[in-house]
């Protein structure tokens, strides 16, 4: 089975612009999750997206939105970037049992966003 | 609020040394824990999970660690370590029910010197 899959890989922007960062799951996980990573904060949650719905949210301000599509790919976007939304965006996918909890999630090679 | 706490920040070990990284966690029911480890610039990959059953797990790379439910802890341990070991590693712990999110650890980097 082919993996998590992020595009793209590298991003550079400048401040004040958007950015639209896209991953597909591995076939037949319908839960994926989306987390910034910086060397000072760690691994934070942003969201959590199933069945096109989003289910969970982390503490993150509304310029950070995503969505997911039918096929189960989902794409999150950042509005008005800041110098401090450099960082490394990790997707991870996971299957969803009956009772709606997600087993162990798996990871992409994440997007390295630069902000200028 | 469930948590996890990685006590040691970095770790050095020499090249065929044992390796125990420490996970000690909060959660108010009996959770499903993970440890993944991260090489530079790339994605998080999966070592091992516990899910229930035997409390000592097994999983890739010659990576094992122990459920310990008295102590809340859930260490990695590995009997020899390579230099290709050199990573960060993180514990996470999720639910066995319901859809709340993982919950991860701060990290811990191992450094291995010859």
């Known amino acids: 089975k082919a993996g998590v899959t992020q595009t793209p890989r590298y991003l550079i922007k400048t401040r004040g612009q958007q950015v639209t960062l896209s991953c597909s799951p591995i076939s037949g996980h319908r839960s994926v999750s989306w987390y910034q990573q910086t060397p000072g904060q760690g691994l934070q949650f942003l969201f959590e997206y199933f069945s096109e719905t989003q289910r969970n949210k982390g503490n993150f301000p509304g310029r950070f939105s995503g969505r997911q599509f039918s096929n189960s790919r989902s794409e999150m976007n950042v509005s008005t970037l800041e110098l401090g939304d450099s960082a490394l965006y990790l997707c991870a996918s996971s299957l969803i049992d009956w009772t709606g909890a997600s087993y162990e999630q798996y990871f992409g090679p994440g997007t390295r966003l630069t902000v200028t | 609020a469930q948590s996890v706490t990685q006590p040691d920040i970095h770790i050095t070990v020499s090249e065929g040394a044992s390796l125990e990284l420490r996970c000690n966690y909060s959660?108010?029911?009996?959770?499903?824990l993970f440890w993944y480890v991260q090489s530079p610039g790339q994605g998080l990959q999966l070592l091992l999970k516990y899910f229930s059953g035997d409390t000592l797990v097994q999983g890739i790379k010659g990576f094992e660690a122990e459920f310990k439910r008295s102590q809340s802890s859930f260490n990695l341990r590995k009997p020899s370590v390579h230099w290709s070991d050199a990573a960060e590693y993180f514990c996470?712990?999720?639910?066995?029910?319901?859809?709340?999110?993982?919950?991860f650890g701060k990290g811990t980097r191992l450094s291995v010197i010859a």
């Open positions: 996470a712990v999720g639910p066995l029910s319901g859809n709340t999110p993982l919950v």
């Open positions: 959660y108010g029911a009996t959770p499903y």
